[in-house]
C-alpha cells in the first residue's frame, strides 16, 4: 500500500521560505510523476508543481520563480521549497504521486499559514 507523508508545514512570515518534503513509502520509480497541490479555504485544488520522472517541472504560474520542487530518489522523498510566501499562499499544501495508468494517491497534507 502506498503511503504519502508531508512535513515542513507551519507559521512562516511573509517574505519568508519553507521546505515542505513528502515522504512515499515503496519504490518511487513506479511513479510517472510526483506533484505538489494546495487547497486554501473555499477554494478548489490547485497544482503548485509536479516533478516528472522524466522532462521538465511543472511550476504553476504564481509560484514560479520563487519555488523549486525536486526529488531524492535515494530516501524516496521530494521536496517544494518556496521563497517569497505571501499570505496568499496559505493553504494546506498535500503531496500527490501518479503513476503511469493516472491512479493517484495523496498525502494527508500540511498546513502552511503565512502571516506576520
Known amino acids: 500500500q502506498v503511503q504519502l507523508v508531508e512535513s515542513g508545514g507551519g507559521l512562516v512570515q511573509p517574505g519568508g521560505s519553507l521546505r515542505l518534503s513528502c515522504t512515499i513509502s515503496?519504490?518511487?520509480?513506479?511513479?510517472?510523476?510526483v506533484g505538489w497541490y494546495r487547497q486554501a479555504p473555499g477554494k478548489q485544488r490547485e497544482l503548485v508543481a509536479r516533478?516528472?520522472?522524466?522532462?521538465?517541472?511543472y511550476y504553476a504560474d504564481d509560484v514560479k520563480n520563487r519555488s523549486t520542487a525536486s526529488g531524492d530518489i535515494d530516501l524516496n522523498t521530494v521536496h517544494l521549497h518556496m521563497n517569497s510566501l505571501k499570505p496568499e499562499d496559505t493553504a494546506v499544501y498535500y503531496c500527490?504521486?501518479?503513476?503511469?495508468?493516472?491512479?493517484?494517491?495523496w498525502g494527508q497534507g500540511t498546513q502552511v499559514t503565512v502571516s506576520a
Open positions: 500527490n504521486a501518479r503513476e503511469q495508468d493516472g491512479t493517484d494517491y
Open positions: 515503496g519504490s518511487i520509480w513506479r511513479f510517472n510523476s
Open positions: 516533478v516528472f520522472s522524466t522532462g521538465p517541472t
